[in-house]
């Protein structure tokens, strides 16, 4: 399927000192998760993003964008350094996409940051 990987000054290996990236990608919904098993899918698809580091959620919302219903979560990593993740999971018949903010610092900025860049999402990339 893919990737669109961005970083705030488009190279890879990110050169900010806050090593914030953005990651937009669509998975198949082979198993057509239905609404009550969406908030599920995407606390397990948030918990592989640092695999084995703890995970704290510290706010989960639902939301449409693009005309597709979601879920925003934004969590903190509670062990080692602290690195802010947020990801946006939305469903349709077909795909699921997901779109995942990574920042290690500056995070109240890069939480706003990565809000729009999920909000702002259209099908089609």
Known sequence: QGALVDT?????????????????????????????????????????????RKISIISENEVMIDGLPGIELTAYTEDGEKTLITQTALFDTSDIHLMVGIAQGDTITNMELFHTLAATYRRGI
């Open 8 to 52: 705030k000054y488009g190279i890879l290996p990110t050169k900010s000192q806050d090593g914030a990236l953005f990651v937009i990608s669509r998975l198949k919904n082979k198993n057509f998760l239905t609404p009550e098993k969406r908030n599920s899918y995407a606390k397990e698809r948030l918990s592989e993003v640092e695999k084995g």
